[in-house]
RNA sequence: CGGGGCGUGGCGCAGCCUGGUAGCGCGCCUGCUUUGGGAGCAGGAAGUCCCCAGUUCAAAUCUGGGCGCCCCGACCA
């Protein structure tokens, strides 16, 4: 008899939230630390997952016209000079690349050597390299709008890492658009935040909040800094996307001109626009749960496992054929743009084999065994529905039904995901309540609290530091459904600008 | 960069105080028995005890120095 297991992942979320986060990384096989500080090595389940991603995310991106370009990984020091607060904001976390050959040292060991002219920046970010393309790329408004996109890994020298969450180095898509006049640039800014929604809500089936960032939250550089926001398990708010409009600043930086029809020379107004491999992270804290990760159908790394149950050899020919015909079936069938991905299983393992996919997250578990057999059936699990409660159904039905269960499952997670945001979210408009409710009763060992209080803001920069020093609580943005005007400021008392979302956040 | 903690088979840890040449659980391999809710028994493989120096007949253990990592803050997608 072996030792009984509530729950396949310990410590539970209720328990140890960070802990927790870890151990459905490591036990679903997404991906693992590597021994380069700060970086992780993404195992072929995550990498599947954020293949489906980026190719759910690059499909809206090219509907809107968009097209892929790449640029370098290296930017010289000076292009970070040229836009005063970009260069402020990233000059702490950069990787600086000094020399260009190694060489025997004195003590044996390789030391660099080949200094450089001009230090190279690894990219943070691309506005720079990209802005200094784009002035030779335009001259006359006849070359506008330019609608670039580049998929690719960047590097922030990050004090504490968080596996997807805030690695040293992490995979991103960087959306960079050059456009005549300020409103083409604001309606491009707004339109890739509605294809970011689109994306992280039907496919990752996250429930985001859309708004618009305060001063203090803006991206380096920005004018104006749209993002959107979802509720994790833990109630802390995850940024998982942000479209900026940059205004003509790194147009005057770069010298990105252009001539207008009535022959006058002007800057381009510009934005830019990311998210990256931190969506994971959003996907594994928002959906997963005490046995494991739970992966949205859309974008999972596979859909199905097939799990031969062999009692007797003399029955395993029978049961493997069963099912490979069921998954060359299976895989015929088309969800979503992807070919259902089947994975079949047949190690010797017992108990522990269903676990394991039940671990990573897999959509559909399907038994089949040689009472199934007999029966035309298969016996079925779905990852939304608890470990146990598997049901038989007809082999035919199951093949015609598979991509409606699979809608049901991704449906079923958003709605779970949005109630849960739902129950954790108030109006809030006394500073005694609002500081209650983002205050721990353990300050030792904080348990889940908080969530998202919508609140009244003066809009002074004071009373927002004032709380993000007294409770590490910011501004997650200013929803674009917000009353303006309503209410009182929940920390000066004066009268509210806007009533805004304030949380913890990642 | 401040405060704390930790480096011992693949993973998690004990051993250190009081020096005597390494052990436990999980995992892995082999065999037999099992198998539809995380298998049992038997056998087996696997470790420069983070690194360097010192003390000592003898160092995982004591001393000094270094390196790395994790957690809590400030910074951030």
């Known amino acids: 008899m072996a030792k009984q297991v509530k729950t396949a992942i310990s410590p539970t979320r209720s328990e140890d939230y960070p802990e927790w986060y870890q151990q459905i990384i490591k036990a679903s096989d997404l991906a693992e630390r590597s021994t380069v500080r700060g970086c992780m090595v993404i195992k072929p389940w995550g990498y599947a997952l954020w293949e489906n991603i980026v190719q759910a995310m690059d499909n809206l991106f090219k509907a809107t016209g968009v097209k892929n370009a790449y640029f370098p990984l290296f930017i010289p020091l000076s292009f970070l000079e040229k836009e005063a607060e970009h260069v402020e904001g990233f000059a702490k976390e950069c990787a600086v690349v000094t020399h260009h050959r190694l060489e025997k040292g004195k003590s044996g060991g390789l030391e660099p050597a080949g200094k450089l002219a001009e230090p190279l920046v690894v990219r943070p970010t691309?506005?720079?390299?990209?802005?200094?393309?784009?002035?030779?790329?335009?001259?006359?408004?006849?070359?506008?709008?330019?609608?670039?996109?580049?998929?690719?890994?960047?590097?922030?020298?990050?004090?504490?890492?968080?596996?997807?969450?805030?690695?040293?180095?992490?995979?991103?898509?960087?959306?960079?658009?050059?456009?005549?006049?300020?409103?083409?640039?604001?309606?491009?800014?707004?339109?890739?935040?509605?294809?970011?929604?689109?994306?992280?809500?039907?496919?990752?089936?996250?429930?985001?909040?859309?708004?618009?960032?305060?001063?203090?939250?803006?991206?380096?550089?920005?004018?104006?800094?749209?993002?959107i926001e979802a509720m994790m398990q833990d109630r802390k708010a995850l940024q998982s996307g942000t479209s900026h409009f940059l205004g003509q600043n790194f147009a005057r930086g770069f010298d990105i001109k252009f001539q207008t029809a009535a022959e006058t020379e002007e800057y381009a107004w510009t934005t830019s626009w990311g998210s990256s491999t931190r969506m994971i992270g959003g996907?594994?804290?928002?959906?997963?749960?005490?046995?494991?990760?739970?992966?949205?159908?859309?974008?999972?790394?596979?859909?199905?496992?097939?799990?031969?149950?062999?009692?007797?050899?003399?029955?395993?020919?029978?049961?493997?054929?069963?099912?490979?015909?069921?998954?060359?079936?299976?895989?015929?069938?088309?969800?979503?743009?992807?070919?259902?991905?089947?994975?079949?299983?047949?190690?010797?393992?017992?108990?522990?084999?269903?676990?394991?996919?039940?671990?990573?997250?897999?959509?559909?578990?399907?038994?089949?065994?040689?009472?199934?057999?007999?029966?035309?059936?298969?016996?079925?699990?779905?990852?939304?529905?608890p470990p146990n409660e598997k049901s038989a159904v007809k082999r035919d039905q199951f093949v015609a039904e598979v991509t409606d269960i699979l809608d049901d499952i991704q449906q079923n997670l958003f709605q779970r995901a949005l109630a849960f945001r739902e129950a954790h979210t108030i109006e809030i408009e006394d500073q005694k309540t609002f500081y209650d409710f983002f205050t721990p009763q353990n300050a030792e060992k904080p348990e889940i609290h908080g969530g998202f209080a919508i609140s009244g803001w003066c809009g002074s920069a004071e009373c927002e530091s004032k709380i993000k020093e007294d409770l590490a609580v910011t501004i997650r943005c200013i929803p674009f459904d917000s009353e303006a005007g309503k209410g009182r400021c929940v920390c000066c008392g004066k009268k509210s600008e806007s009533q805004v979302v304030f949380a913890k956040a990642y």
């Open 283 to 385: 996907i594994i804290m928002i959906h997963s749960d005490d046995d494991g990760l739970i992966l949205p159908p859309k974008v999972a790394s596979a859909h199905v496992v097939l799990l031969p149950i062999i009692r007797n050899p003399d029955d395993r020919q029978a049961v493997m054929d069963y099912a490979q015909k069921l998954a060359r079936e299976l895989s015929a069938k088309v969800y979503h743009q992807r070919n259902i991905l089947v994975e079949i299983d047949d190690r010797d393992i017992g108990g522990a084999r269903g676990w394991d996919w039940i671990k990573k997250g897999i959509p559909l578990r399907v038994e089949i065994g040689p009472r199934d057999i007999a029966e035309n059936a298969v016996f079925v699990g779905r990852r939304d529905q």
């Open 126 to 227: 691309s506005e720079t390299i990209i802005g200094d393309s784009f002035s030779r790329w335009v001259s006359s408004y006849r070359d506008l709008p330019i609608l670039i996109n580049q998929w690719a890994n960047v590097v922030r020298w990050e004090m504490r890492t968080r596996i997807f969450l805030r690695t040293s180095e992490f995979l991103w898509q960087e959306g960079h658009t050059a456009h005549a006049t300020a409103e083409e640039a604001l309606e491009r800014t707004s339109m890739m935040l509605d294809v970011y929604t689109t994306c992280v809500e039907d496919y990752l089936a996250m429930p985001v909040i859309r708004g618009r960032k305060s001063p203090a939250e803006r991206f380096p550089g920005a004018v104006d800094t749209l993002a």
